[in-house]
Structures are given as structure tokens and as C-alpha cells.
């Protein structure tokens, strides 16, 4: 039996079974399309936490170089802007 739901994200209409349940905001069903961004946001938003937890500990990996891992950091929470998501809301 068919069911279409709208993506919670782009509002499209997609058959359930299309959809994905997005990894940031449980519950939310996306299209396919949309999953993939939000696959990508999440895969960032865990490298931000990864490097964060590293210079939170100064870690030897970034010890000598805390600037260009904190650039790293400013770079992963620009593509995230540009993928239409705020960083802010799933890093603190
Ligand atoms: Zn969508």
C-alpha cells in the first residue's frame, strides 16, 4: 500500500518507504536526497567534536598546532552553514 509522507526537511512528498530517519533529529523522516545531506552534516559535526575533545585534552596530535586545528574546526562549521544546517544546534 502506498504512503506518502512529506520529508521533514524539503517538504517533498516521498513514499514511507523512501525515507530515512534523519541521525541529528531523531524521528524526522527525510527523503533520500536529504538524508545524504544530513549523513554529511553529522559525519562533520562528529569530526568537530573528535578535534574539540582533542584540544579540550591538548591531545600530542594537536599540540603543535591548536591554530590550524581550530581553523579546521571554523571550516567544517562553514560547510555545514552551506548545507543549510547551524552548527550551533547539535555541538553544544
Ligand atoms: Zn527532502
Same mark, same amino acid.
Given at each position: 500500500?502506498?504512503?506518502? @509522507?512529506?520529508?521533514?526537511?524539503? #517538504? =517533498?512528498? @516521498?513514499?514511507?518507504? !523512501?525515507?530515512? =530517519? !534523519?541521525?541529528?533529529?531523531?524521528?524526522?523522516? %527525510?527523503?533520500? $536526497?536529504?538524508?545524504?545531506?544530513?549523513? !554529511?552534516?553529522? &559525519?562533520? /559535526? $562528529?569530526?568537530?567534536? &573528535?578535534?574539540?575533545?582533542?584540544?579540550?585534552?591538548?591531545?600530542? =596530535?594537536?599540540? #603543535?598546532?591548536?591554530? #590550524?586545528?581550530?581553523?579546521?574546526?571554523? $571550516? %567544517?562549521?562553514?560547510? /555545514?552553514? $552551506?548545507? #543549510?544546517?547551524?552548527? =550551533?544546534?547539535? %555541538?553544544?
Amino acid at each position: 500500500m502506498e504512503m506518502p @509522507v512529506p520529508c521533514s526537511k524539503c #517538504g =517533498e512528498w @516521498v513514499e514511507l518507504n !523512501s525515507t530515512r =530517519e !534523519s541521525e541529528l533529529n531523531k524521528g524526522k523522516m %527525510l527523503c533520500l $536526497e536529504c538524508y545524504s545531506t544530513d549523513d !554529511s552534516v553529522k &559525519d562533520k /559535526i $562528529e569530526e568537530i567534536k &573528535d578535534i574539540q575533545l582533542m584540544l579540550d585534552n591538548n591531545d600530542p =596530535e594537536v599540540r #603543535g598546532d591548536r591554530r #590550524g586545528w581550530k581553523r579546521k574546526i571554523n $571550516e %567544517l562549521k562553514q560547510e /555545514i552553514i $552551506e548545507l #543549510g544546517y547551524d552548527p =550551533e544546534e547539535y %555541538l553544544y
